[in-house]
Structures are given as C-alpha cells and as structure tokens.
C-alpha cells in the first residue's frame, strides 16, 4: 500500500481534460513539494512536474500541476492518443524520512 | 546533458547480494545541490523509493529496506552504487539510478535494468 493515494485509472476522450489526484498527509504532501512523472510502457520515468506546478523544459503547457493542502492534483488537458501512459506523484514523508511514490494511475484515451 | 546508466548482473541468486552501479556522464556528481537516488518497479508494480545518497557521504533509506540497503559513492569515477544484502525473489524488479534535486523530484533517470533473483 503506497504511502500516497491516486486512482488505479481514469480515462477521457481525445480532445477533453483529465485530472488525476494524489492524496497524502501532513507528513509528507501537506509539506513538501509534489513532483510527477510520465513512464510509457518498458521505458524510464519522466519528470513532467516538479516543485508543485512547475514545468521542465519539454513539458507541453497542456500539462499542470496543483497542490492544496494534503492533495495535489495533475491537470491534462487537450487530451492526445499520445498522453497514454502511467501517471506517479511523489515527495518526501518527514514520519518516514524517505521518499514516497503514490501508487500510479493509467491514463486511457478512449 | 547529464545521462546516467545503470550496470550490474541481472540474475541473482536469493540471499546474496544484489549489486547495482550508476554511471553519470555530463555532469559532475560532486554537485553539492543534489543527490543521488536508486528506485525499484517490481513487475506491472508502482514505483518503490530506495534510497539517495549525497556526494558528502549523507545517505537516506526507505525504512522497509533500510537493514538490507547501502549505497555509496565514487566521486573519482563519477558514479555511485546500491548493494542491497539476502535477496528474495520479491527483490526481483526493474532498478532505476536518477538524480534527485534538493526538492524531492528525479531527473533524469537511468534506462532501468532488470534484475530477476532466482536461482
């Protein structure tokens, strides 16, 4: 059981606007930046947000990030074929003293 | 551009150690800004945080494998490496090196290898 929550799936049309959320606690989201990664099947994880809502280099605006509280949140909008892959937030978790990963979501474009 | 790349055998035998090297290139690993990380993907699993090591000798463990886990670091060959002690077969898994920034995110990440403990 990951120490932060996402859900399993979500799905949307091409075209439309996905979010994807990532619950966590005081310990750990509720004081830490949040980062998210893109991974396509067989290949490495991406960053695609760090620092809450910041974009590296390469990241389409299309993608965003938010956090408030203990959630944060990964917007995607103008859905593309291309977006299909599994989705991982993480931070740090001062309890743990150790790095977090939330357990994933699979993003489907119907 | 920094790149980093894992090597190390990809069949271990259960309860022997599992002993893994990340290459960096392009860049210096004695940065006193970041740190440097190993992840785990067990098959069609979630990401799993190893530990980080910083080039001062500072290291942090996720705390399941904190009794089993070391990781340290070659400043002079520019790289760093985890040996993690009596595998068991759900050791078995994709192995990621990444660099960690001094907020907690990894970028990049090495290509992953895969290390199966069988015997």
């Known amino acids: 059981q990951s120490v932060l929550t996402q859900p399993p799936s979500v799905s949307a049309a091409p075209g439309q606007r996905v979010t994807i959320s990532c619950s966590g606690s005081s310990s750990n989201i509720g004081n830490y930046y949040v980062s998210w990664y893109q991974q396509f099947p067989g290949t490495a994880p991406k960053l695609l947000i760090y620092d809450n809502n910041k974009r590296p280099s390469g990241t389409p605006q299309r993608f965003s990030g938010s956090k408030s509280g203990t959630s944060a949140t990964l917007d995607i909008t103008g859905l593309q074929t291309g977006d299909e892959a599994d989705y991982y937030c993480?931070?740090?978790?001062?309890?743990?003293?150790?790095?977090?990963f939330g357990g994933g979501t699979k993003l489907t474009v119907l | 551009q920094l790149q980093l790349q894992e090597s190390g055998p990809g069949l271990v035998k259960p309860s022997e150690t599992l002993s893994l090297t990340c290459i960096v290139s392009g860049g210096s690993i004695s940065s006193r800004s970041y740190y440097w990380g190993w992840i785990r993907q067990s098959p069609g699993m979630g990401l799993e945080w190893i530990g980080s090591?910083?080039?001062?000798?500072?290291?942090y463990f996720s705390p399941s494998l904190k009794s089993r886990v070391t990781i340290s670091i070659d400043t002079s060959k520019n790289q760093f490496s985890l040996n993690l002690r009596s595998v068991t077969a759900a050791d078995t898994g994709v192995y990621f090196c990444a660099r960690r920034g001094a907020e907690p995110w990894f970028d990049p990440w090495g290509q992953g290898t895969l290390v199966t403990v069988s015997s």
């Open positions: 993480g931070t740090w978790d001062s309890s743990l003293n150790a790095g977090v």
């Open positions: 090591v910083h080039y001062s000798g500072t290291t």
